[in-house]
C-alpha cells in the first residue's frame, strides 16, 4: 500500500483525546501521536511523533481558549511542513463564536481573527480543510480565507435522537431560551411533531434582560428546551423559570455544546428545574464532569459524526 493510499493519521490535542478514542475504535483511522510537555516558564513542547509526510492528517482540537488555539495551530503548521498529503482541522466547538461581529468602534471581532489564524496555515499538498460543528452563527465560516475550506457540519441527528428519548413517553413543546435560536427550534419542532415555545425577553439596561412573556401555553406539558450552547447557564435558567411559571409539568434541555464553566452546571441541577441536562461531547468539559454529575448530565458523543464525515471526504 502507498502511503496516500492509508488511512487517515487522526492526532488529538489532550483535551480531545478522549474524543479521538472513541473516533478510533470506530475503524478506519490510523492513530497518531503526539510528544507535549510543558516548560517551567509555562512555554510548550510539541512534537509529531509519528510521520505524516505523504499522509492524509486529520488535527482534532477545539478552540476552547487561547492555549488551544495555538497548540492547534503549531501541530497544523508542523503537519503541513512536515510534507502532509491533505490536513483537516476538525475544531468540534470553535471558541468566540458570539464574538463574530464588532458592536462598538474599536472592538475585536475574536471569531475572525481566529478564522485567520488558521487560514494562514501552510497549505499540505492537497489542500486544507476545517470541520465545524453548529456554529452559533452560520455566516462564521466565511470568516475563513485563501484556499482552506471550511465545512460547516450538523449535530442535527445527534440532537433528534436525544430529543426522542427525553421525551418518548409524553407530548412536548420543543422551547426556546430566546427568539435568536427560532428558525433552528421550528425547523426541529416540525421534524419531531412537537409545539414550539418561546421567551420573549425585555431590557432592562444596558447589561440586563428579562423575560417579559412566554409564546405559547405550556401549562401541564413536558418543556424540552434546545439551544446550540450552555456557557454560564444564565439564559438557561431564565427561560426554564418563564416555562416553569406558565405551568410546565417537566423541563429538560439539550444542546449541542456543553461549555460550562466553573460551577456552571452545579447551579443548573441545584435549581431543581430540569430532569436531565443533555450535550455531546464537542467540548471536553462535558466528559470531565459526566461521572460527577452522571443521572443529571447526559453526554452523547459525536465522535461517529465525525468519524463519517473524514472518511467520506477522504474516499472523494
Known sequence: MHQHDAPILLFATPRYRPLAAAMLELGVLDEGTLDVRTFPDGEWYQRLVTPVAGRRVALLGGTIDDAAAMRLYDLACAAAEGGALALSLVVPYYGYSTMERATKPGEVVTAKSRARLLSSVPLAHHGNE?????????????????????????????????????????????????????????????????????????????????????????????????????????????????????GARRIAAIATHGVLPGDALARLRASKLFDEVVVTDSHPRARELEAEHRGFLTVESIAPLLHGALVRRERR
Do not use: C
Open 130 to 246: 476545517v470541520l465545524l460543528l453548529d456554529l452559533h452563527t452560520a455566516g462564521l465560516p466565511h470568516y475563513f480565507e485563501g484556499p482552506i475550506t471550511p465545512v460547516h457540519l450538523s449535530a442535527r441527528a445527534v440532537v433528534l435522537r436525544a430529543a426522542q428519548r427525553l421525551t418518548a413517553d409524553n407530548r412536548f413543546v420543543l422551547g426556546s431560551v430566546d427568539t435568536g435560536r427560532a428558525k433552528q427550534v421550528e425547523s426541529l419542532a416540525l421534524e419531531l411533531g412537537a409545539g414550539v415555545a418561546f421567551v420573549f425577553k425585555r431590557r432592562v439596561d444596558g447589561d440586563t434582560t428579562r423575560v417579559a412573556a412566554v409564546s405559547a401555553a405550556v401549562d401541564g406539558q413536558t418543556v424540552l428546551i434546545y439551544d446550540d450552547m450552555i456557557r454560564t447557564g444564565g439564559s438557561l435558567l431564565g427561560a426554564a423559570r418563564a416555562y416553569r411559571d406558565a
